[in-house]
């Protein structure tokens, strides 16, 4: 079935990365990120710059590219990374999503983007369960297309749903884009020869997030590399069977089963064999390698003392420094809130010193009531005895400061992970507290794009910021790789939900043994049952 405006494609998401530690993910941080249906998400589906994730933008051109088509806009719900996601509000979702996608049929296909690491507050593989209602919604015969984030935790519920598994090759992400083009190149082969086979391998090895890093020399991206040379069209020939390799480091934040680097291979129709041993080999390839992937992290007062250093004189160029708080990244859940490496900052008298982006609606409130120019008390954090669970790690600090710009917050960014989509921070101020700056936001966000500085009147080309706190684990990588030498980007070992240190975490769920958490770990293990043992969940 093809309509006269060609095939008619469904078109929906479910985007969350859950850390198992941090709050509850509710309704209203999907509303607040992004929540949309019907004629509403299919309004978005055709805007420049669009709200939706890139990967959405990316399927959209390129099906309209290779022909006419016909979208059919769904529900598509994403929240900023955080806690498991609300069960009744799942539920709610789940259900909606369902009826828009039965009174849509019949349709030809269904193109998904995902991140892949969600949980909800009563099941840990909430992506697996909305996969397999939509296969059972539109049958066997109809493909359908995952794009989800390098980060999923893949399981084979979610494999034995999909047609077609495509996963972001790059970290920092500045793929989503190219692999939604690549969604719908294989959606075009599938509507002409049919679903292809999805085949996967999970090993029993944690990388930290610091460790997963793809970039020329690290083994991430020889790895990667590697996976590509078996794809029709990459490596083997146009007309292999191999049609998309993904090389999934996961999230072990999440702590459930499903934590774990994965293999997922698409193979055209018929090619499962093949697909399965080839991500049997790759994952070979992988566990042949896990210790290259060491977890190095700078200590606190190290960091601060090349901060320190940075802003006592020199060559700008050659001091300028990055101190990443890896350990508060709300990209992987945390607050955007804890004040440790400010306070020591402040403390040891660092100059020219810029944080962003540090995530308080109140005090982001006070500065715009006070106005530009004014002076006041600062309090950050004022909040967090009252909302212990939103305030992990994040201690109150005050001190005196002076509002230097204030913004809606409302951006569009321009370079890695968000280059050409609307955004939003809510009401910002950049605060001066002496030597250091602060951009203070209202939505819990990391910095990952020039463009959340600019809007408060930051120009790094021209400023005198030295040394830039960045609350993200990595993905501020893709956006400021130009202000600070390799040598001088560090990623502080502080305190927060998102340690790359895993054994500082109260790990319960993830499979036992597994790399590098038990040195001993082996793979394969031999058992026939399973790749690896699975704790119960612990009593509650």
């Known amino acids: 079935m093809t309509a006269a405006g060609g095939p008619r494609i469904g078109v929906a998401g479910f985007f969350l990365e859950a850390n198992r530690f941090a709050p509850v993910s509710r309704g209203e941080d999907f509303a607040r990120a992004f929540d949309l249906a019907g004629d509403a998400l299919q309004a978005q589906l055709m805007a420049r710059p669009p709200r939706t994730l890139p990967d959405i933008a990316g399927f959209v051109d390129g099906m309209t590219a290779q022909g006419p088509w016909t979208p059919v806009a769904l529900r598509a719900a994403a929240a900023y990374p955080g806690g498991p996601a609300d069960q009744a509000w799942f539920d709610a ?185 080839l991500a049997r080999q790759l994952a070979a390839e992988v566990w ?51 004040t440790a490496l400010l306070h020591a900052l402040l403390h040891a008298g660092a100059r020219r010193v810029l944080l962003g982006v540090f995530c308080d609606p109140a005090l982001a409130q006070e500065a715009h009531a006070r106005g530009l120019g004014a002076h006041f008390t600062a309090c950050f954090n004022r909040d967090a005895a009252a909302d212990p ?78 040394t830039l706190v960045v609350k993200s684990r990595g993905h501020f990588r893709a956006a400021f790789d130009g202000f600070a030498p390799a040598d001088r980007i560090v990623e502080v070992d502080g305190p927060g939900l998102t340690t790359p240190n895993l054994g500082r975490l109260p790990l319960q769920r993830i499979p036992r043994p597994v790399y590098p958490l038990d040195p001993g770990a082996a793979w394969p293990s031999g058992d026939p049952a399973a790749q690896w043992r699975t704790p119960s969940p612990p009593k509650r």
């Open 93 to 277: 979702f789940l259900h909606d999503l369902e009826a828009r996608l039965r009174a849509a049929l019949p349709l030809d296909a269904v193109f998904l983007s995902s991140h892949g690491a969600a949980l909800t507050t009563g099941d840990d593989d909430p992506d697996g369960l909305l996969f397999a209602r939509i296969r059972a919604i539109v049958g066997p015969a109809v493909p359908v297309i995952a794009v989800l984030d390098l980060h999923t935790n893949v399981s084979p519920r979610m494999t034995d749903a999909l047609s077609g598994f495509v996963a972001y090759r790059t970290n920092p992400h500045v793929d989503l884009a190219d692999r939604g083009r690549e969604a719908a190149t294989l959606m075009h082969g599938m509507l002409r020869e049919g679903p292809g086979e999805v085949a996967m391998v999970r090993l029993p090895f944690l990388p930290a997030s610091t460790d997963q890093l793809i970039a020329p020399g690290t083994p991430y991206h020889a790895l990667v590399a590697a996976g590509q040379r078996h794809v029709a069209g990459m490596g083997a020939p146009a007309d292999g069977d191999i049609l998309n390799v993904s090389l999934c480091g996961g999230f072990p934040l999440a702590d459930c089963a499903k934590c774990g680097f994965s293999v997922v291979v698409t193979a055209r129709r018929g090619q499962r064999p093949a697909a399965q041993a």
């Open 288 to 338: 042949a390698r896990r210790q290259d992937f060491p977890t190095r992290l700078t200590p606190l007062p190290d960091a601060v003392a090349l901060a320190v250093q940075a802003g006592d004189g020199g060559a700008p160029a050659a001091r300028r420094t990055i101190l990443a708080d890896v350990a508060d990244n709300p990209g992987g859940g945390g607050g955007g809130n804890v």
């Open 389 to 466: 669970a939103r305030h992990a790690f994040a201690e109150r600090l005050t001190h005196e400061a002076r509002v230097l710009a204030l913004s809606d917050g409302d951006f569009v960014g321009r370079r890695g992970l968000l280059a050409g989509s609307a955004q939003r921070m809510g009401p910002s101020a950049l605060l001066d507290l002496g030597g250091v700056r602060v951009a203070v936001i209202s939505h819990r966000q990391q910095l990952l794009d020039p463009a959340q500085l600019e809007v408060l009147g930051v120009d790094l080309a021209r400023d005198e910021v030295r």
